[in-house]
C-alpha cells in the first residue's frame, strides 16, 4: 500500500530563515514525489518533482527537496523564507499506473516579518 | 498555453439540488482527475478519466458522477446535494494517466460549492 504522511501540520518561520517542510512516504513501488503548493483560494501548483533521476531536485522559487530511500523521506526546503512563500503545502505520492495520486493532509507554512 | 479552466468559479445551491460542474484540460491534455478539498477531509479524490475512460474512482457515494468528451473537457455531476457536499472541487489534467510515474497533474483554481 502507498502512503504519505506530512509530519508537520503547521511551520512558521520569519522572513529570511530557512524553510523545513517534513514529509515521509510508503510505496511497495518505485515512487514517483511531488510537492505542490496552495495559495488561498486557488489551486495547486507544481513545486517539484523527483522521478528517480537525482536525488537532490530543484524546483520553483528557491525550493529543493531531496528523495532518501533508506529514510523513506522527501522534505522540502528553502534557505530564505519570502512572506510570499506563506502557503498550504502538499507532497503527494504517484506509485502505481492506474492508481490515484496521493496526498498528505498539507503543511500550513506562516511567514513573519 | 491555456491552464486548466473550471467553471462556475463559485455556486449555492440548496439541499435536494442538483450541480454540473465542468473542467476543461490543457491543450493536448487526456487525463482528468477531479478531487473533492474540505477542511475537515483535505483532498480526496473523486476520478479519474483518460480518454474518454473513466479510469480510477474513489470512494463516493453514487451520487458523484463524472464523464469525458472527445476533445477532453469533463464534467461532474453531483445529484441530491447534501450540506456535506460544500467543498472546493478541484479539477487536475495531465498528460498521461495519473499514477503512471512521472506523471504530474495540473490544477484549476476549483469551484466552490457552498450548499444551504
Known sequence: AQSVTQLDSHVSVSEGTPVLLRCNYSSSYSPSLFWYVQHPNKGLQLLLKYTSAATLVKGINGFEAEFKKSETS????????????????????????????IFGKGTTLSVSS | KAGV???????????????????????GHRSVSWYQQTPGQGLQFLFEYFS???RNK??????????QFSNSRSEMNVSTLELGDSALYLCASGLRSAGIQGGELFFGEGSRLTVL
Do not use: W
Open chain 1, 74 to 101: 522527501f522534505h522540502l526546503t528553502k534557505p530564505s523564507a519570502h512572506m510570499s512563500d506563506a502557503a498550504e503545502y502538499f507532497c503527494v505520492v504517484s506509485a502505481k499506473a492506474g492508481t490515484a495520486l
Open chain 2, 5 to 27: 479552466t473550471q467553471t462556475p468559479r463559485y455556486l449555492i445551491k440548496t439541499r435536494g439540488q442538483q450541480v454540473t460542474l465542468s473542467c476543461s484540460p490543457i491543450s
Open chain 2, 52 to 54: 474518454e475512460t473513466q
Open chain 2, 58 to 67: 474513489g470512494n463516493f457515494p453514487g451520487r458523484f458522477s463524472g464523464r
